[in-house]
């Protein structure tokens, strides 16, 4: 079993749509959870971190359960600039490795 | 800050020659990692130091796969032999010490072609 797993998708929106995915992870010692993004042919940059009570960043929203062992994303209002694909990440404290989903693909259209 | 550089962007040989993929990492992080990128396994860690020590290597397919980090602003990746399963985006990444939320930069990458 992977030890991080995603939909590859792709979904795809409208603009201004709400859309939300999910990754599951396997290790339940698992301590850092991030969501990163990449665009096509680029590098995977951080988009934001995952905290156990759940955060926000703008349009964005993360959420974490533990007791089930996934993280989710969700992004309102939906630009053409979010079409990416976003990897979840998990890492465990003891050490620095992070485990990457195999991403989600999103595709907003005009 | 001008970020994790790596070098060179695109790569192409032949089966069997060497391969030298270099990366400086950004000024200051204590943590350099090795990734390849590929459609079939995603990003897989293939080595990670911490202070110019290598950690864990794990990842490192086999034994035609080495790295170095001879100082905290150099490090290099050399498949000798390579061959054509090599062919992937190679990213070196870096992070500073000792924050468990700490992200990775990621460089550009170096897309690797072997025929």
């Known amino acids: 079993r992977k030890e991080v797993e995603q939909d590859p998708g792709p979904f795809n929106v409208p603009e201004g749509a709400t859309v939300a995915f999910n990754c599951t992870y396997s290790n339940s010692a698992s301590q850092s959870f991030f969501w990163y993004r990449q665009d096509c042919r680029k590098e995977p940059k951080l988009l934001m971190s995952?905290?156990?009570s759940g955060n926000e960043d703008g349009r964005f929203t993360a959420q974490l359960n533990r007791a089930s062992q996934y993280i989710s994303l969700l992004i309102r209002d939906s630009k053409l600039s979010d079409s990416a694909t976003y990897l979840c990440?998990?890492?465990?404290?003891?050490?620095?490795?992070?485990?990457f989903g195999a991403g989600t693909t999103v595709t907003v259209r005009a | 800050d001008a970020g994790v550089i790596q070098s060179p962007r695109h790569e192409v040989t032949e089966m069997g020659q060497e391969v030298t993929l270099r990366c400086k990492p950004i000024s200051g992080h204590d943590y350099l990692f090795w990734y390849r990128q590929t459609m079939m396994r995603g990003l897989e860690l293939l080595i990670y130091f911490n202070n110019n020590v290598p950690i864990d290597d794990s990842g490192m397919p086999e034994d035609r796969f080495s790295a170095k980090m001879p100082n905290a602003s150099f490090s290099t990746l050399k498949i000798q032999p390579s061959e054509p399963r090599d062919s992937a985006v190679y990213f070196c990444a870096s992070s500073s010490h000792g924050q468990a939320n700490s992200p990775l930069h990621f460089g550009n990458g170096t897309r690797l072609t072997v025929t």
């Open positions: 990440v998990v890492s465990r404290s003891n050490d620095y490795k992070l485990s």
């Open positions: 995952v905290y156990s």
